[in-house]
C-alpha cells in the first residue's frame, strides 16, 4: 500500500539512508535552479536528476542535479537561440544517454531531439525532425514527447500534424523512430490525428501505446517498420499523457479537461475517469506496488496558478485525499523516482525532491 506523501520545505539536505543495492531514494530538499523548468527525469540509479530548462536570455538546456546533496553538477546547453526552448526528456534504460526535445528560437515549436553522453555531460547529436507530408501554406508540426524502447536501441518521438498560424493542426500526427547508433531518423508512422500526446514502451520490447485527440493507439514495434495493430476512440484533450503500470497489464491516460482512462490491455476494456473536471492533468506516474496514480493538477479556475499532486487508487479508480500534495505553485512536471519512494516535482523555478 503507498504510503503518505511528505512535502518539505526548502534547506539544506539531510542524511540519506539507504542500506538497500538498488536505485538510492533522492535527500528531500529544494534546488533553486535559476531557470524555467520544462521537464524532469531520473538516472536509473536515482542519483541524478536531469532537468530540462528555458533561460530567456541564453537558450535551452539541461541541468544536473545531484540528488543527494542537490548541487547541480552540470549545465549542458542544447540552443543558444534567444527564447529557445526544451520539451519532454528521457533516460535511456542504461543511464548512458539523455534525450530531450527542444526549440530554437522563441515562439518556435519543438523541432530538434538532441542526446546527451551522461558520462561527460556534452551533447552528442542534436538532430531535426524530417519534414512531414503537408498542404501547402503549413509549416511542420510540433514534436510533442518521446521515450525510448526497453533495449536503448530506437527512440519514439511524437509530432503533431501540420500548423498554420493560429490555427488548429491539420490531420497528420505521426510518430518517427531515431536511432541513436545512426544519430537520424529512420522511420515516420502516420497515427490518426492532429495532436500527439505521449508514448510509452512496455517492457517486452515489442509494442509501444500513444495517444492523439482522438484515438489510443497501440503499434507494434518488434520490426523496423512500426505499424499500427489497434485503436480505440478515447478523446480526453488535445495531447493525453499516458502511464503503465509496473506490471505493464494497464494503461492510465489523462487529458487538459480533467478526464482520463484506464485501459485493461488483456481485454483493451477503457474505463472512463471523470476526475476533475475542467481542469489541466498532467504528469501520470504509477506506483512501484501498481497500488497509486500519482498525477498533476493544475488549477486553471483559482487564477493564481495553484496546482496539486493527486492520488488514485487504483483497484477502486477514486481519489484518496488524504494522500494528496497541496500547496504547491505551477508545477511543470513530476517524476517518480527508480526507489519509487521519491518525488521529483518542477515547480516555479525550483526542484522540489519530496519523500512519500
Known amino acids: ?61 539541461v541541468k544536473v542535479v545531484d540528488t543527494q546533496s542537490g548541487a547541480i553538477t552540470a549545465v549542458v546547453t542544447l540552443s543558444t537561440g534567444l527564447g529557445a526552448g526544451p520539451g519532454p526528456l528521457a533516460v535511456s534504460p542504461d543511464g548512458s544517454r539523455v534525450y530531450v ?12 531531439l ?10 552528442v547529436s542534436s538532430t531535426e525532425a524530417p519534414d512531414q507530408p503537408r498542404p501547402d501554406g503549413t509549416f511542420p508540426g510540433a514534436l510533442t514527447s518521446l521515450a525510448v524502447s526497453p533495449d536503448g536501441a530506437t527512440v519514439y518521438v511524437g509530432q503533431d500534424g501540420p500548423a498554420r498560424y493560429h490555427r488548429p493542426a491539420e490531420p497528420g500526427a505521426r510518430v518517427l523512430s531515431f536511432s541513436p547508433q545512426q544519430q537520424a531518423y529512420t522511420t515516420a508512422i502516420p ?4 495532436y500527439l500526446g505521449s508514448i510509452v514502451t512496455p517492457p517486452n520490447g515489442d509494442t509501444a501505446y500513444t495517444a492523439t485527440d482522438e484515438n489510443l493507439v497501440r503499434l507494434d514495434t518488434s520490426t523496423a517498420t512500426p505499424t499500427i495493430t489497434g485503436t480505440t476512440a478515447a478523446t480526453i484533450g488535445s495531447r493525453p499523457i499516458l502511464a503503465l503500470s509496473p506490471d505493464a497489464t494497464r494503461l492510465y491516460g489523462v487529458g487538459n479537461n480533467g478526464t482520463g482512462y484506464a485501459v485493461d490491455l488483456a481485454t483493451d476494456t477503457l474505463t472512463t475517469l471523470d476526475l476533475a473536471p475542467g481542469q489541466w492533468l498532467q504528469n501520470p506516474s504509477v506506483s512501484a506496488d501498481g497500488t497509486r496514480l500519482y498525477l498533476v493538477l493544475q488549477d486553471l479556475t483559482s487564477g493564481d496558478s495553484k496546482a496539486s499532486v493527486l492520488a488514485l487508487d487504483t483497484a477502486t ?19 517518480l523516482g527508480p526507489d519509487a519512494h521519491t518525488f521529483y516535482l518542477t515547480v516555479n523555478s525550483t526542484l522540489r525532491i519530496l519523500a512519500h
Open 114 to 123: 538532441g542526446a546527451i553522453d551522461t558520462a561527460t555531460d556534452t551533447v
Open 191 to 194: 497515427v490518426p490525428g492532429h
Open 1 to 61: 500500500m503507498a504510503g503518505a506523501l511528505l512535502l518539505t520545505g526548502s534547506g539544506s539536505a539531510g542524511a540519506a539512508t539507504h542500506t538497500s543495492g538498488g536505485p538510492v531514494p533522492g535527500v528531500p530538499q529544494t534546488v533553486e535552479l535559476d531557470s524555467s523548468p520544462a521537464s524532469v527525469a531520473v538516472s536509473p540509479d536515482g542519483h541524478k536528476a536531469y532537468v530540462a530548462v528555458k533561460d530567456t536570455t541564453k537558450g535551452a538546456k
Open 317 to 335: 479508480n477514486t481519489l484518496v485525499p488524504a494522500e494528496e500534495i497541496t500547496g504547491l505553485n505551477w508545477v511543470t512536471a513530476l517524476a
Open 101 to 112: 526535445l527542444f526549440s530554437t528560437a522563441r515562439k518556435a515549436p519543438l523541432s530538434s
